[in-house]
Nanobody, 122 residues
């Protein structure tokens, strides 16, 4: 079972920053779209950001201008830099991978991590 492993979550005050990372030990995701999603308590999992193999990016409107997704194809990692965090950004953040950008953005990615908690206090 291929597994993506997230790290970097934690507790931060509103206005602060966090950087999430995602790795795929023992597996390369050559050609895959990588993405980040989040799920707050009582809510559905939602798309946050995606990056293609050739570094094209997409963002949810709620995070544009505050979050930046990046990837290192040689290291097989993807990161999410989160700035100007708000309490409403509090959620479990998941890393995902799929060959199709539309499929990934529709929360139907083939591969998922187990998530990392991000909590933003007011």
């Amino acid at each position: 079972q291929v597994q993506l492993v997230e790290s970097g979550g934690g507790l931060v005050q509103a206005g602060g920053s966090l950087r999430l990372s995602c790795a795929a030990p023992g597996r390369t995701f050559s050609g895959y779209v990588m993405g980040w999603f989040r799920q707050a308590p009582g809510k559905e999992r939602e798309f946050v950001a995606a990056i293609t193999w050739t570094f094209g990016t997409s963002y949810a409107d709620s995070v544009k201008g505050r979050f930046t997704i990046s990837r290192d194809n040689a290291e097989n990692t993807v990161s999410l830099q989160m700035n100007s965090l708000k309490p409403e950004d509090t959620a479990v953040y998941y890393c995902a991978a799929d060959l199709s950008l539309p499929t990934l953005m529709n929360v139907r990615a083939q591969y998922w991590g187990r998530g990392t908690q991000v909590t933003v206090s007011s």
